[in-house]
């Protein structure tokens, strides 16, 4: 027995939610922070600019200073 075909209607791609920018300053702002202090532990957390005393902050992130370029020995 033959089946009707049925053709579907193309879809419309919902619209995007837009999000302004009052709302997403906090997240970007707290992820801007969150990075430099990233950074600071890699980059300079040794010798006199030591927050953390011992050396343990600097063994625990040796090769990613040496994978983003920072010179440490």
Known sequence: ????????????????PTIPLSELAPFA???SILALVL????????GAMSI?????????VHDARHLLGFPCH
């Open 39 to 46: 950074l600071y532990f890699v980059g300079a957390e040794q």
């Open 29 to 31: 702002i707290f992820g």
């Open 1 to 16: 027995m033959a089946h009707p075909s049925v053709l579907d209607a193309p879809a419309v791609p919902a619209p995007l």
């Open 52 to 60: 953390v005393g011992g050396s343990n902050v600097h063994e625990f």
